[in-house]
């Protein structure tokens, strides 16, 4: 074929036929022939052998030298041995059972449903066969050969029938109908190698090029048996496969591929290439007329029309073979690999660049394109499945020359807007993989020391003080640390060259008339396609970008703003430093940056719209056309239905998916074929990305938006327009970056997060795994020398537990270097920073906060958790800088906006509240809460001492329970003390975090709730409402739950069941100590009647009390029986805990009280007609009589030494004896009263009140407790307008 631009235009340009330029006739016949010698060996001819050449006659001469070697055309469509087509693809149309994903090329596959199978379209019946299969998801698969006649189904696939079998890495076994272990667990990103051998009847497999032994012999021969390639995943599982279509990445001599290479165009690449490379190093020297050889390395095109023209002429041949990702792979890549090869900088290799300035001049530009497509796939697939060697000599080979690649200009933009995100999953280049066998990754090498923590405290947690480490620990320790930093300068250097490769794509000074947008634009619009993709087809897994890449772009693009931002303020000084960025809020209510249908803080958006219009035009100088809201309007009426149709599981058939999305195998290519066993869905490759919304004012489309819609220019402020009042108009930085680094935000949100909690599994690995080991030990230094196959045992048992610990702690090692290092924790807490910032900016706008996306919210709170719990031990939170500001400036945003009326989603508020009760567990946040402003602590608290009706109390009670944990009457454990005692050695017990109360937010309660008599009457009437129903229930779960225990055939009692039961536990005792709390410091709401509703609210508390105590003291009841069935999941539930609570409150209204106080408290607790002393008894484990019991499972605070103080004890003997007297007056002085005299609404009170005006009477804890929600009468409905004192008469 020849180029356009190739002998077309050049040839007319050099129309001369003697000489080409300055050179004769003479010196180019000698130069093409130097180039293009007539024998297929290098070295020149004998002159007088060789016919002269020149461009008139080079076609030619070209052409047969291409031809004397090729192959004779095989007449046979089918090669010996193999059935089937000559491209071997999968069979998406007949061979497959389930619901299966296969991506364009019909390569690679995604489970979709419990156990798919797919067979290849060819099959083998004589010879020795390989295929390869590139593992993409490490999870159930069975790869391997099957004839036919096997029949899968949804629980058999290969391996599970007479004639299939099949090498499962997941569970590191063979299969064929029975099973037995075979060969080594694989991972994401190894390749396995499936051989047959129909000459010996045997199978074999081999992983990443290392033989796992004959797995199968004497399999089943002869007439009319044929295999074909097989595979059962299961759900969302994903492989691709290598049947020859690209060249085997481990070749076994004597195996063939089952589709054959193309060896005749391989020829022929491999020649125009040794044409090329000659010609880079070959030189015409015009004065001296002779041809000299030179370096290719420095070689470049400087416009000489002969090398020009000879160049066109090996492009015209060239060109349609760079098209075929074989050559591409095969020949190309190999070529450019080399010129890498002797090490530098990217930009000390020029050629690179040359030879891609020529693809661009003499290649047709769908051939450019399609060779650039193929060439970043077979990188992309080189860099994904290479293995990993000490150096990372591999990844960082293939990183080098993509680096290159994007370094050309043309080449890079092409990519970024055709392939990099459309086609490829370019963020592979960003991701290292994790090694799953640490030995073939060379870590034993690197890491030859391996340490574990080995001191444990009484709860089992690693105790660090290094102080108590004994020499040879810490020679252990320093020497693993050793190793460890070894790793991280090898890691850094892949890492580097992933952050150059980024900052090509981020470069925004390259724009130009030929080539278009600067690259960072085209990344931009790129880049938010893909996060839209990832935010609106969660759990669709050809779409979604797995979490493990998502952690290393992140820290990449993270790396990457930082420094083209810190650039940017270098030349532009007046901007802020990428220490202090924020995104500012106008970017969430202008329109400029899509947010695709993520929920906002105030709801969905075309609501905000409509109720914040003015203040949008008031504040940010936005107005929002009334067509839009229109229009927006009737979009809200659709959304569900639509929702359905594009949201709809892509298991529906004829409407798969919105997308032909990601597909996770390792062809990289869009999944654009849905199969079902029912019917195939065959979707169009140019599909658009969803159905067309509806147009919308506010919404840019993404891919036309330009650098001036972003930028913004003299008379437009792009991202930034409508700055709000507040926001000050000092610049920020590019504005590009601001969306990116939004996007970023966004990124952290949908999948980082989530990666980060499940990569910090290994540490807790580790911890078990040494806790265990120690115990062993401890076991072999006790063990006697006598039972010696107990000391065997235990031997063997300590051996297997240190190699796996050797195991994990090497490959915590890469882990803690890759996604924990101290690098990476600064990304993450520059992140939490960043929301702190975006979010105190944004609240400063008052109203148009609602338009904030919840992610915001949600990044700032998992981003602290994530360095509270998954950096640390390894790296110290304490030492980041700025920490206790931002701990401060956090706690600030948690009690602002836990209760902020402009938050309307309920799981965000959740978070909120989650967050802030977390928040106050431990020391250090709690003080950052301390440390806000006063005004702020006190509407914190207001917000927290508000009704529990109608709102999420359980979250709030727990808040104040946690500023009052180590005050309360023995409440100062971390281990429920009963567990304790029950179970010593246990060392998994529920754990709580040692208290840390807080006085001043305490104090800040007791301020509002003595000042406010309304709010505290109405928050301890909730708070009595609670707990009178959560022990409601959970005396009702404790009855259901006896029931079904002595039920005759001892039907096992439902796990939610017992879990509802402990939860309603639980609840009643943070109720309890609420309680306790509030009559500590506040003891005048319930002593002090001159307030209203005093005397109510101690009555109420007096009855609950009683109840709980006659509930759980009783000898032989309900709470003893289910107690003492020791069930697992009510571990929690025992007597201390809620009988401890309330004692405590007993205590603070009978002991520590004022003279007056402890009268009235008294009074009405021997009034309340459920009183019994004995309850008071049972608490010191006395009978009725006043002796104490011997029995040892008796509960007595007597035995709970450690968790109650002597003063404690004291005090709970002076209340004893203090009611055991008063009761005894009060049954002595105690008249018989009348029938008529008793309150007719309870029976239990003598009537003390009358109502006017109907005069009507019943005692006043009846009567004020109807009042609280009722306004009319008990008998006539009249409305009551007061109540006054009423007298029995006859009484003083």
Same mark, same amino acid.
């Given at each position: 074929?020849?180029?356009?631009?190739?002998?077309?235009?050049?040839?007319?340009?050099?129309?001369?036929?003697?000489?080409?330029?300055?050179?004769?006739?003479?010196?180019?016949?000698?130069?093409?022939?130097?180039?293009?010698?007539?024998?297929?060996?290098?070295?020149?001819? =004998?002159?007088?052998?060789?016919?002269?050449?020149?461009?008139?006659?080079?076609?030619?001469?070209?052409?047969?030298?291409?031809?004397? /070697?090729?192959?004779?055309?095989?007449?046979?469509?089918?090669?010996?041995?193999?059935?089937?087509?000559? &491209?071997?693809?999968?069979?998406?149309?007949?061979?497959?059972?389930?619901?299966?994903?296969?991506?364009?090329?019909?390569?690679?596959?995604?489970?979709?449903?419990?156990?798919?199978?797919?067979?290849?379209?060819?099959?083998?019946?004589?010879?020795?066969?390989?295929?390869?299969?590139?593992?993409?998801?490490?999870? @159930?698969?069975?790869?391997?050969?099957?004839? *036919?006649?096997?029949?899968?189904?949804?629980?058999?696939?290969?391996?599970?029938?007479?004639?299939?079998?099949?090498?499962?890495?997941?569970?590191?076994?063979?299969?064929?109908?029975?099973?037995?272990?075979?060969?080594?667990?694989?991972?994401?990103?190894?390749?396995?190698?499936? @051989?047959?051998?129909?000459?010996?009847?045997?199978?074999?497999?081999?992983?990443?090029?290392?033989?796992?032994?004959?797995?199968?012999?004497?399999?089943?021969?002869?007439?009319?048996?044929?295999?074909?390639?097989?595979?059962?995943?299961?759900?969302?599982?994903?492989?691709?496969?290598?049947?020859?279509?690209?060249?085997?990445?481990?070749?076994?001599?004597?195996?063939?591929? @089952?589709?054959?290479?193309?060896?005749?165009?391989?020829?022929?690449?491999?020649?125009?290439?040794?044409?090329?490379?000659?010609?880079?190093?070959?030189? *015409?020297?015009?004065?001296?007329?002779?041809?000299?050889?030179?370096?290719?390395?420095?070689?470049?095109?400087?416009?000489?029309?002969?090398?020009?023209?000879?160049?066109?002429?090996?492009?015209?041949?060239?060109?349609?073979?760079?098209?075929?990702?074989?050559?591409?792979?095969?020949?190309? #890549?190999?070529?450019?690999?080399?010129?890498?090869?002797?090490?530098?900088?990217?930009?000390?290799?020029?050629?690179?660049?040359?030879?891609?300035?020529?693809?661009?001049?003499?290649?047709?530009?769908?051939?450019?394109?399609?060779?650039?497509?193929?060439?970043?796939?077979?990188?992309?697939?080189?860099?994904?499945?290479?293995?990993?060697?000490?150096?990372?000599?591999?990844?960082?080979?293939?990183?080098?020359?993509?680096?290159?690649?994007? =370094?050309?200009?043309?080449?890079?933009?092409?990519?970024?807007?055709?392939?990099?995100?459309?086609?490829?999953?370019?963020?592979?280049?960003?991701? *290292?993989?994790?090694?799953?066998?640490?030995?073939?990754?060379?870590?034993?090498?690197?890491? !030859?020391?391996?340490?574990? !923590?080995?001191? $444990?405290?009484?709860?089992?947690?690693?105790?660090?003080?290094?102080?108590?480490?004994?020499?040879?620990?810490?020679?252990?320790?320093?020497?693993?640390?050793?190793?460890?930093?070894?790793?991280?300068?090898?890691?850094?250097?892949?890492?580097?060259?992933?952050?150059?490769?980024?900052?090509?794509?981020?470069?925004?000074?390259?724009?130009?008339?030929?080539?278009?947008?600067?690259?960072?634009?085209?990344?931009?619009?790129?880049?938010?396609?893909?996060?839209?993709?990832?935010?609106?087809?969660?759990?669709?897994?050809?779409?979604?970008?797995?979490?493990?890449?998502?952690?290393?772009?992140?820290?990449?693009?993270?790396?990457?703003?930082?420094?083209?931002?810190?650039?940017?303020?270098?030349?532009?000084?007046?901007?802020?430093?990428?220490?202090?960025?924020?995104?500012?809020?106008?970017?969430?209510?202008?329109?400029?940056?899509?947010?695709?249908?993520?929920?906002?803080?105030?709801?969905?958006?075309?609501?905000?719209?409509?109720?914040?219009?003015?203040?949008?035009?008031?504040?940010?100088?936005?107005?929002?056309?009334?067509?839009?809201?229109?229009?927006?309007?009737?979009?809200?009426?659709?959304?569900?239905?639509?929702?359905?149709?594009?949201?709809?599981?892509?298991?529906?058939?004829?409407?798969?998916?919105?997308?032909?999305?990601?597909?996770?195998?390792?062809?990289?290519?869009?999944?654009?074929?849905?199969?079902?066993?029912?019917?195939?869905?065959?979707?169009?490759?140019?599909?658009?990305?969803?159905?067309?919304?509806?147009?919308?004012?506010?919404?840019?489309?993404?891919?036309?938006?330009?650098?001036?819609?972003?930028?913004?220019?003299?008379?437009?402020?792009?991202?930034?327009?409508?700055?709000?009042?507040?926001?000050?108009?000092?610049?920020?930085?590019?504005?590009?970056?601001?969306?990116?680094?939004?996007?970023?935000?966004?990124?952290?949100?949908?999948?980082?997060?989530?990666?980060?909690?499940?990569?910090?599994?290994?540490?807790?690995?580790?911890?078990?795994?040494?806790?265990?080991?120690?115990?062993?030990? /401890?076991?072999?230094?006790?063990?006697?020398?006598?039972?010696?196959?107990?000391?065997?045992?235990?031997?063997?048992?300590?051996?297997?537990?240190?190699?796996?610990?050797?195991?994990?702690?090497?490959?915590?090692?890469?882990?803690?270097?890759?996604?924990?290092?101290?690098?990476?924790?600064?990304?993450?807490?520059?992140?939490?920073?960043?929301?702190?910032?975006?979010?105190?900016?944004?609240?400063?706008?008052?109203?148009?906060?609602?338009?904030?996306?919840?992610?915001?919210?949600?990044?700032?709170?998992?981003?602290?958790?994530?360095?509270?719990?998954?950096?640390?031990?390894?790296?110290?939170?304490?030492?980041?800088?700025?920490?206790?500001?931002?701990?401060?400036?956090?706690?600030?945003?948690? =009690?602002?906006?836990?209760?902020?009326?402009?938050?309307?989603?309920?799981?965000?508020? /959740?978070?909120?509240?989650?967050?802030?009760?977390?928040?106050?567990?431990?020391?250090?946040?709690?003080?950052?809460?301390?440390?806000?402003?006063?005004?702020?602590?006190?509407?914190?608290?207001?917000?927290?001492?508000?009704?529990?009706?109608?709102?999420?109390?359980?979250?709030?009670?727990? *808040?104040?329970?946690?500023?009052?944990?180590?005050?309360?009457?023995?409440?100062?454990?971390?281990?429920?003390?009963?567990?304790?005692?029950?179970?010593?050695?246990?060392?998994?017990?529920?754990?709580?975090?040692?208290?840390?109360?807080?006085?001043?937010?305490?104090?800040?309660?007791?301020?509002?709730?003595?000042?406010?008599?309304? #709010?505290?009457?109405?928050?301890?009437?909730?708070?009595?409402?609670?707990?009178?129903?959560?022990?409601?229930?959970?005396?009702?779960?404790?009855?259901?739950?006896?029931?079904?225990?002595?039920?005759?055939?001892?039907?096992?009692?439902?796990?939610?069941?017992?879990?509802?039961?402990?939860?309603?536990?639980?609840?009643?005792?943070?109720?309890?100590?609420?309680?306790?709390?509030?009559?500590?410091?506040?003891?005048?709401?319930?002593?002090?009647?001159?307030?209203?509703?005093?005397?109510?609210?101690?009555?109420?508390?007096?009855?609950?009390?009683?109840?709980?105590?006659?509930?759980? &003291?009783?000898?032989?009841?309900?709470?003893?029986?289910?107690?003492?069935?020791?069930?697992?999941?009510?571990?929690?539930?025992?007597?201390?805990?809620?009988?401890?609570?309330? &004692?405590?409150?007993?205590?603070?209204?009978?002991?520590?009280?004022?003279?007056?106080?402890?009268?009235?408290?008294?009074?009405?607790?021997?009034?309340?007609?459920? $009183?019994?002393?004995?309850?008071?008894?049972?608490?010191?484990?006395?009978?009725?009589?006043?002796?104490?019991?011997?029995?040892?499972?008796?509960?007595?605070?007597?035995?709970?030494?450690?968790?109650?103080?002597?003063?404690?004890?004291?005090?709970?003997?002076?209340?004893?004896?203090?009611?055991?007297?008063?009761?005894?007056?009060?049954?002595?002085?105690?008249?018989?009263?009348?029938?008529?005299?008793?309150?007719?609404?309870?029976?239990?009170?003598?009537?003390?009140?009358?109502?006017?005006?109907?005069?009507?009477?019943?005692?006043?804890?009846?009567?004020?407790?109807?009042?609280?929600?009722?306004?009319?009468?008990?008998?006539?409905?009249?409305?009551?307008?007061?109540?006054?004192?009423?007298?029995?008469?006859?009484?003083?």
């Amino acid at each position: 074929m020849s180029s356009k631009e190739g002998t077309g235009v050049l040839k007319s340009e050099t129309d001369e036929p003697k000489a080409t330029g300055s050179v004769n006739e003479k010196l180019l016949c000698h130069y093409l022939h130097r180039i293009f010698p007539e024998s297929s060996k290098p070295g020149p001819a =004998s002159a007088a052998h060789r016919k002269p050449l020149s461009f008139e006659n080079l076609g030619d001469h070209l052409e047969k030298l291409l031809t004397e /070697d090729d192959l004779p055309e095989d007449g046979q469509d089918q090669v010996e041995g193999c059935l089937g087509p000559k &491209t071997v693809v999968l069979d998406h149309s007949s061979g497959f059972e389930g619901l299966l994903f296969v991506d364009d090329d019909l390569l690679g596959v995604i489970g979709h449903s419990n156990f798919s199978s797919i067979r290849a379209t060819t099959c083998v019946y004589k010879g020795k066969w390989v295929y390869e299969v590139l593992i993409s998801s490490q999870g @159930l698969m069975q790869i391997g050969w099957c004839t *036919i006649n096997c029949r899968f189904n949804q629980e058999e696939g290969v391996g599970d029938t007479p004639d299939s079998y099949a090498y499962d890495g997941n569970r590191v076994r063979k299969w064929n109908v029975s099973t037995t272990n075979y060969g080594k667990s694989w991972a994401a990103g190894d390749i396995v190698s499936c @051989l047959i051998d129909l000459d010996e009847g045997t199978i074999t497999f081999c992983l990443n090029g290392q033989s796992l032994g004959v797995a199968f012999s004497n399999i089943k021969m002869g007439p009319s048996i044929a295999y074909f390639p097989a595979i059962s995943l299961s759900f969302k599982e994903s492989v691709a496969f290598n049947f020859g279509s690209r060249p085997l990445r481990y070749p076994v001599e004597g195996y063939r591929p @089952l589709q054959s290479p193309p060896t005749s165009d391989l020829i022929k690449a491999n020649r125009l290439l040794g044409y090329i490379k000659t010609l880079l190093s070959t030189t *015409i020297d015009t004065e001296e007329e002779k041809v000299v050889e030179s370096s290719s390395a420095s070689w470049q095109l400087h416009g000489d029309s002969t090398v020009l023209m000879t160049l066109a002429h090996i492009f015209n041949h060239f060109s349609p073979l760079m098209c075929k990702v074989y050559l591409v792979e095969d020949v190309l #890549m190999k070529f450019l690999l080399s010129i890498l090869e002797g090490g530098g900088s990217v930009e000390e290799h020029p050629l690179i660049q040359e030879l891609l300035d020529l693809f661009w001049l003499l290649m047709e530009d769908y051939e450019v394109n399609e060779c650039l497509k193929q060439l970043m796939m077979s990188l992309l697939r080189a860099y994904r499945f290479s293995p990993i060697i000490p150096d990372l000599g591999f990844q960082i080979h293939y990183l080098r020359l993509t680096a290159a690649i994007l =370094s050309h200009e043309k080449s890079r933009k092409y990519l970024l807007s055709n392939v990099l995100f459309d086609v490829l999953r370019s963020v592979v280049f960003f991701y *290292i993989k994790t090694p799953l066998r640490v030995n073939e990754a060379g870590l034993d090498e690197l890491i !030859p020391t391996t340490w574990w !923590p080995t001191r $444990f405290d009484k709860e089992g947690k690693d105790e660090r003080d290094t102080r108590e480490e004994t020499s040879e620990e810490r020679l252990k320790r320093r020497a693993y640390e050793r190793g460890c930093h070894r790793l991280k300068k090898r890691i850094e250097v892949v890492e580097e060259l992933q952050v150059q490769i980024l900052r090509l794509m981020l470069n925004n000074k390259d724009k130009g008339t030929e080539t278009g947008e600067a690259s960072r634009y085209i990344f931009l619009n790129k880049f938010r396609k893909f996060l839209q993709e990832n935010a609106s087809n969660r759990g669709n897994p050809t779409v979604l970008c797995p979490p493990e890449y998502m952690v290393c772009f992140l820290h990449r693009l993270i790396t990457a703003i930082r420094s083209y931002w810190d650039e940017g303020r270098e030349k532009c000084p007046g901007t802020i430093s990428s220490e202090d960025a924020y995104v500012p809020p106008q970017l969430f209510y202008n329109g400029k940056v899509d947010y695709f249908d993520l929920q906002r803080l105030g709801g969905l958006l075309s609501h905000l719209k409509k109720t914040l219009k003015d203040d949008l035009a008031t504040k940010a100088n936005i107005i929002i056309d009334p067509a839009e809201i229109q229009a927006t309007s009737m979009d809200d009426l659709d959304e569900d239905e639509e929702s359905g149709a594009t949201q709809r599981p892509s298991g529906a058939i004829g409407g798969a998916m919105a997308r032909p999305g990601w597909l996770s195998s390792p062809t990289l290519g869009r999944a654009n074929r849905f199969l079902s066993t029912a019917t195939v869905s065959l979707m169009s490759p140019g599909r658009p990305l969803a159905p067309p919304e509806k147009v919308k004012v506010r919404t840019l489309v993404v891919d036309q938006r330009t650098e001036e819609d972003i930028e913004g220019s003299h008379s437009n402020d792009g991202l930034l327009l409508g700055r709000p009042l507040e926001e000050t108009d000092q610049p920020i930085a590019e504005k590009s970056l601001l969306e990116i680094l939004d996007g970023v935000v966004m990124m952290y949100n949908l999948s980082v997060h989530q990666q980060l909690s499940k990569m910090v599994v290994i540490s807790d690995d580790i911890h078990e795994y040494a806790v265990a080991l120690k115990d062993i030990e /401890d076991k072999i230094a006790q063990c006697s020398s006598k039972k010696a196959e107990i000391l065997e045992e235990l031997q063997k048992s300590q051996r297997v537990f240190a190699e796996k610990l050797n195991h994990l702690s090497r490959r915590l090692a890469w882990i803690n270097v890759t996604i924990f290092s101290k690098e990476k924790m600064l990304d993450v807490y520059w992140l939490l920073r960043v929301c702190i910032r975006t979010i105190e900016h944004a609240d400063n706008t008052g109203s148009l906060f609602a338009f904030m996306p919840e992610f915001y919210l949600n990044v700032a709170m998992n981003s602290y958790s994530a360095l509270k719990n998954y950096f640390s031990p390894s790296n110290c939170m304490e030492e980041l800088p700025e920490y206790e500001e931002t701990l401060t400036q956090l706690a600030a945003i948690l =009690s602002k906006h836990f209760a902020d009326p402009r938050i309307v989603g309920t799981d965000i508020k /959740d978070s909120l509240m989650q967050a802030l009760a977390s928040y106050v567990c431990y020391p250090q946040s709690l003080r950052a809460v301390e440390r806000i402003p006063e005004d702020q602590r006190m509407a914190m608290m207001r917000n927290l001492l508000a009704p529990y009706e109608q709102r999420p109390w359980a979250q709030t009670n727990w *808040i104040l329970v946690r500023l009052w944990r180590g005050c309360g009457f023995g409440y100062r454990y971390t281990r429920l003390p009963h567990l304790l005692k029950t179970k010593p050695e246990d060392a998994n017990l529920p754990s709580l975090q040692k208290p840390c109360p807080s006085l001043r937010l305490q104090k800040h309660m007791a301020d509002l709730l003595s000042r406010d008599k309304d #709010m505290a009457a109405s928050f301890l009437n909730s708070v009595l409402n609670q707990l009178n129903w959560a022990f409601s229930e959970f005396i009702g779960m404790l009855q259901e739950i006896q029931q079904a225990a002595e039920r005759p055939e001892r039907n096992f009692v439902d796990t939610r069941q017992l879990k509802v039961c402990a939860t309603c536990f639980d609840l009643s005792v943070s109720l309890l100590r609420v309680l306790e709390m509030t009559v500590t410091l506040v003891p005048q709401i319930f002593l002090d009647w001159s307030r209203p509703s005093a005397e109510l609210l101690l009555r109420r508390l007096a009855q609950l009390l009683n109840q709980v105590l006659n509930r759980v &003291t009783a000898e032989r009841n309900l709470f003893d029986r289910v107690v003492n069935l020791r069930l697992p999941g009510l571990e929690s539930v025992d007597h201390y805990p809620i009988l401890v609570a309330v &004692t405590g409150i007993l205590v603070c209204i009978l002991v520590d009280s004022d003279k007056q106080g402890i009268s009235r408290a008294t009074a009405v607790l021997l009034s309340d007609p459920c $009183f019994q002393l004995r309850s008071i008894q049972y608490l010191l484990g006395e009978g009725e009589s006043g002796a104490t019991s011997t029995d040892s499972k008796h509960f007595s605070l007597h035995t709970y030494t450690d968790y109650i103080s002597a003063e404690e004890k004291q005090k709970v003997e002076q209340m004893l004896a203090f009611l055991t007297e008063e009761s005894k007056q009060a049954a002595a002085s105690t008249a018989p009263t009348s029938e008529e005299d008793l309150c007719p609404i309870c029976y239990a009170h003598s009537i003390s009140a009358i109502f006017k005006p109907c005069s009507h009477k019943s005692c006043k804890a009846c009567i004020n407790q109807h009042l609280m929600n009722n306004k009319d009468c008990f008998f006539c409905k009249a409305t009551i307008t007061g109540v006054d004192d009423y007298t029995i008469p006859g009484l003083s």
